[in-house]
Structures are given as structure tokens and as C-alpha cells.
């Protein structure tokens, strides 16, 4: 035998017999625990809502909000099948209330955001507040509060749900908690909130109501849609992003979720964007107008065109690259917040 066989020999009896003790070499998996660029299992994909919707529909005639708790249809990742994850740290699903009914009250550790798609007149309640839900509304859940959803609306009202479900899943860290009431009891009038803290003013003497998450838990479409119609008149339009805004913690600065961040942009008319990638995963929902995005990883490329209601997910150091004839506007959600708290996130612009 040779000395290479004979050292292989070794390595492979050296492995045998440290097995039953849970021990295992690093040097056999390092180039994957350690790889030279980021590797997600994540693929890109795109949701169709004249394709989901019908689905949606049927969910509604098959089981009730209440049966269902939250009747949601979540968006899977297509390497994801089974895990309930858009992105290895993130969950999106879109959720359906019909007229009369209500989602029970419940509260957990994952926070939450919910981003209005179809239908006006449904609410959602959050410790004692609602706010009624209308399209383009990005509305926060903090974690473990009490929340709740119900619909005065004459028709379906659809939204967006995403959570750090796989983030905190990770950590082992989830708990819920479901409510004796059906419902919460309405303690303040809608817009409190808002009013309190929405006017780059508050209150003199103050505690945040919900720790490191904004106190503002609904941020209206028609205020996001007017500072992004004033800017694209006035100011320098990116190369890349076109016109993006972060929504913010008003008492911080800083984002509006510890685990997750949201963006509102709009690209003009004619826009036909650079390439970028970053290391926080993205799902977007197309909020109005029409586009296109070519996402690519390597040799890979995929194009999706877009239209409104759409939804779509740009995994973590993909390329991506957007386009409108028209001009459209799109809320998008990452987590963001993470990486940067973990000193971790990278972004780069290409040329």
C-alpha cells in the first residue's frame, strides 16, 4: 500500500471511530460551513396574482378565518418546498378576509408586517388600536402584542404577510398565545398612534410602546405615494433603485422592525436600472404600473415581467436588474436590519 492510500486508510478509520462519540472534522466540510461567496439554496421566483388569486378564492369557500385562524396561502420558495420560507430567514403569504368575518386574536414572538394588495375596509387591531387597512397600507405587528382582523369591506380584501418566522425559528425562540376574546377590545380611536408620533413630533414624556419596533403601526399609501411623486420630480432619479425610500422608526431613525426593513420605490417611466446585488434577501409586491427584473446568479439568468399585485423574491448575492416602460411603483421588505446588526451586510452597485 502506498503512503497516500495508507493516510487516506487512517483518515477514514480515525472517522469511524470518533463518530459514536458526535464528533466530526472540520477540514471535510469547511469549504462549505466557510465558502468563498455567499451560497443561498434560495432560488428567485415570481407569483402571479391572476394565477394566485383564483387559489385564494377557492380557500375562502373551503375553510372559514376563524377555522383557518389566519387563511394564508403562503409563497414558498421553489428550494424551499416544505419549509414555509420565502428566504431562509424570511416568510411571505398572502392573506384573505371576507366580508363579516374576523381572524381570531392571537399574539407572538415573531413580528410582523402586513402590506395591503386588494380590497378596502377590512381592519386589523394591534393592542387596542385598529387601523383600517386600504392598498398600498404598510402595517406593522410587533412582536407579541395582541392582534386581530376583521372586514366591514363588501367585497375580499387581500395583504401581504411577512414575518422573521425562519429567523426566529432558528433561534428556538418562538411562543404564542391565543386570546380568550375572539376579538380585542377597541380601548383607542384609530390614528392615536399616528397622532402621537407621526408628525415628526412626541410626546414630551414617553416610553416606546413596543420596544425596538416603531409606535407607529400603520403608515397610509397616499403619504409613502406623495413624497415619492415629489421626489421624482425634483431630485436625482438612482441609477439603480430609481426613486427608494425606507420606511423608519420615528423615535429612532432607524427601521421600523429589529428583524425586518421595507422600502417604497418608484420607477420612472423609461427606467431602465443598473445591476446590484446584496446579501439581504428581498420580496417585493408590485404596487401599481408594470416592469421587469432580470435576476441571475453565475451563468443563471431569469426574466420575470411584472404587473401590479404581482409578487416576486430576489435571494441573497443574486444580481438583479430592473426595468419599466411605464413606470411602476414597489414596496419591497428584507432582512436587512440583521445583517447590519450583525456587521455582516454587503451590497454592491455594478456598472
Known sequence: MNAPDRTAQTRQQLYRDMSPHDLTPLWEVLHALVPQKPATPCAPALWKYDEVRPFLMRAGEAITAEEAVRRVLILENPKLRGQSAVTQSLYAGLQLILPGEIAPSHRHTQSALRFIVEGSGAWTAVDGERTTMRPGDFIITPSWTWHDHGSEADGPVVWLDGLDIPMVRFFDAGFAENNADRSQQVNRPEGTSFARFGHNMAPVRHESPYGATSPIFSYPYERSREALDQLERSAPVDAWDGVKLRYVNPLTGGWPMPTIATFMQRLPAGFAGKAWRQT????????????????????????????????????????????????????????RPVHQALGIHREERLS
Do not use: K
Not at 416592469?291 to 441573497?316: C, K, N, W
Open 280 to 335: 439581504d434577501g428581498a420580496v417585493y409586491s408590485v404596487v401599481e404600473g408594470s416592469g421587469e427584473i432580470v435576476v441571475g446568479q453565475g451563468e443563471s439568468e431569469v426574466r420575470y415581467a411584472f404587473g401590479p399585485r404581482d409578487h416576486f423574491v430576489v435571494p441573497s448575492w443574486h444580481t438583479a436588474r430592473l426595468s419599466s416602460g411605464s413606470g411602476c411603483v414597489l414596496f419591497s421588505f428584507s432582512d
